[in-house]
C-alpha cells in the first residue's frame, strides 16, 4: 500500500462511511472556499487602504475642484477617487446649468436645489461602489454557520455508526468501533477548521470595511463642502466683477 495511506488523517478518512465522507468532502470544499475568499477580500481591502492614502493626499494638495481631475488613472479608481471624479462632474454641471440660467433672481434658492442634487449623486455612488467591499462576506457567516452543523451532523452519525456496529458484533471492543469514532472525530475537528477562520476573518474583514465606508462619507462630505465654496466664490466674484 502507499506510504500516504498510512497516515493517521488519511486513514481516519478511508474508513469512513458514505455519509461521513459525503460531508467531509462538503467541509473540504467549504475550507477551500472560504479560504479563497479569504485571501481576496486580505489583499482587496489592503489595496484599497493604500489607494485611498494615496488618493486623499493627492486631494489636499489641490486648492480648487478642477485640480481633482489632475490625478492619474490608477487614482481616479480608487474609492476616493471615483467619489472626487463624481464631484468634477457635479461641479461643472451645476456651473453649465447656471450659465444657461443667467436670469436666476434667486441664486441661493437656485444653488440649493443644485447642490441637493450633487449631495443626492455622491450618496448614491458612494452606496453603490461601498458594495464591492462586502463581496464574499455573506458566505464566510454562512461557512461560519454551517460548518459547525456539518461536523456535528457527522459526530452523530459517526457515534451512531458505532452503536450500530457494537449491536452487530456483540463487542465494544476497539476494531468495532474505531470506524465511528473516526467519522465523529474526523467531521468535528473539520468543521471547526471551516468555521473558526471564517468567524474570525469575517469579523476583521466587516471591520475594515466599515472603517473604509465611514472614511468614504467623511470625503463625500469634504468634497461636498469644497464644491460649494468653490462655486459660490466663482458665482459672487463674477458678479462682483460685473458690478465693477
Sequence with gaps: MPDFLHVPVVNMVLRSGPIARSILILLAFSSLGTWAIIFDRFFF???????????RAFSDS???????????????????GV????????????????????????????????????????????AFHSKKLDHGLFLLAIASS?????????????????????GKAGSASLPVVAPGI???????????????????????????????????QEFGETLFLRLKRDIFNLIYSDRRTDVA
Design 146 to 166: 454551517v460548518a459547525p452543523f456539518l461536523g456535528l451532523l457527522g459526530t452523530v452519525w459517526g457515534i451512531m455508526d458505532s452503536f450500530y456496529e457494537i
Design 83 to 126: 467619489l472626487g471624479k463624481t464631484t468634477v462632474g457635479e461641479y461643472r454641471r451645476i456651473l453649465a446649468d447656471a450659465g444657461q440660467h443667467k436670469a436666476v433672481k434667486d441664486w441661493s434658492f437656485y444653488l440649493q436645489n443644485q447642490f441637493n442634487m450633487a449631495y443626492e449623486k455622491l450618496g448614491a455612488v458612494a
Design 182 to 216: 473516526a467519522e465523529a472525530l474526523i467531521t468535528t475537528v473539520l468543521g471547526l477548521v471551516v468555521a473558526i477562520p471564517s468567524v474570525l476573518f469575517y469579523n476583521v474583514f466587516v471591520h475594515r470595511a466599515e472603517r473604509l465606508e465611514d472614511e468614504m
Design 62 to 80: 489641490t486648492k480648487t475642484m478642477e485640480e481633482l481631475d489632475r490625478a492619474d488613472a490608477e487614482m481616479s479608481k480608487s474609492l476616493l
Design 45 to 55: 481591502l489592503g489595496r484599497v487602504g493604500a489607494m485611498n492614502k494615496k488618493y
